[in-house]
């Protein structure tokens, strides 16, 4: 037997699920608009229309709350295993562009960068949350790379992850955030590395 309550509850993700997303992309679309430092709770509680203590209950202060929402737009990042490195950074590559156009928020880390040079703290959340879990990935894809044989085994992996990304954000700031040529760059960047990583035909 149901009662009153049960029959009047809406269908979907239960309120304080539809809350939590919708303060995090709030705060995610301020933090392109007006930036870190001009941010306000009050215009993430406006946009979200949401209560305050809604807000305030969750996150005691803007800081936590831009570190929740960083982690919002970077978590999905999957680390792909096809057997070959062209297709596994063609998935990482389209996963972020998707990530990137579902939170609504492509030009955000051009923007965080910029703010997080002045901010310690922020450019800490920034890095923990946003960049070192993205270069993680490409990592892993890259090492997997490495003992497949497909990429010499003396490679730095790290100069690696920045000549792959750098010419990527390069892209993405002198298109004005566009992210199509991102996703069209992308493996393009990485044929032109692979004659220089990949191994002596001997060693293949």
């Known amino acids: 037997m149901t009662g009153p309550a049960t ?23 301020l933090l ?26 969750r996150w005691p202060s803007k800081t ?8 919002f737009f970077s978590s999905e990042l999957p680390l792909p295993d096809t057997g070959a490195l062209r297709s596994d950074y063609a998935v990482v590559c389209a996963s972020a562009v998707a990530i990137a156009e579902d ?3 492509a030009l955000l880390m051009p923007r965080l960068l910029a703010e997080a040079s002045r901010d310690a703290e922020l450019h800490a959340a920034f890095e923990a949350a946003l960049v070192e ?19 010499r085994a003396d490679i730095d992996l790290e100069l690696t992850i920045d000549m792959l990304v750098g010419p990527l954000i390069y892209k993405f700031l002198i298109t004005g955030g566009d992210l199509r040529p991102i ?7 990485l044929d032109a590395l ?9 060693d293949r």
Do not use: C, F, N
Not at 8 to 22: D, N, W
Not at 34 to 48: C, D, K
């Open 133 to 151: 879990p993205r270069r993680s990935v490409v990592r892993a894809v890259l090492a997997r790379a490495r003992d497949r044989g497909e990429i």
């Open 194 to 202: 692979l004659e220089g990583l990949s191994p002596p035909a001997r």
């Open 183 to 189: 996703a069209e760059a992308a493996p393009r960047v």
């Open 64 to 71: 936590e709350l831009v570190k929740d929402a960083i982690v």
């Open 103 to 105: 939170r609504d928020a």
């Open 32 to 57: 392109v608009e007006v930036g870190y430092e001009r941010l306000t709770m009050e215009q993430v509680q406006r946009r979200a229309g949401v209560g305050k203590a809604t807000i305030y209950r």
């Open 7 to 29: 029959e009047r509850r809406a269908p979907g993700r239960p309120r304080s699920t539809r809350s939590h997303e919708a303060i995090v992309r709030a705060t995610l679309a």
